[in-house]
């Protein structure tokens, strides 16, 4: 009985580990997929509008690092909860 619920325990561990990591790569992904977005929407308003290509690629800078930026905050818990449970 108690090897049983040993057994119990390792498997929940394991199992919280993939969770994480499965997290950190979701994080990762949405990361590149929205930076991507931000990418073609600067693109295709530059097109539109090429006199405020200055304005627009500052802007889509600033909005690709706050991605970065949250997405690396996502990928740390989930390396946290990886290392740390």
Do not use: D, H, W
């Amino acid at each position: 009985m108690i090897g049983f619920i040993t057994l119990q325990a390792v498997a929940g561990v394991a199992l919280g580990k993939v969770g994480a990591a499965i997290g950190a790569a979701l994080a990762a992904f949405a990361a590149g997929y929205g930076i991507g977005k931000v990418g073609t929407s600067a693109m295709e308003a530059i097109a539109r509008q090429p006199e405020a290509a200055g304005n627009i690629r500052s802007s889509m800078i600033i909005v690709a690092g706050m991605i970065e930026g949250a997405s690396l905050l996502g990928i740390i818990v989930c390396l946290l909860a990886i290392l740390l449970k």
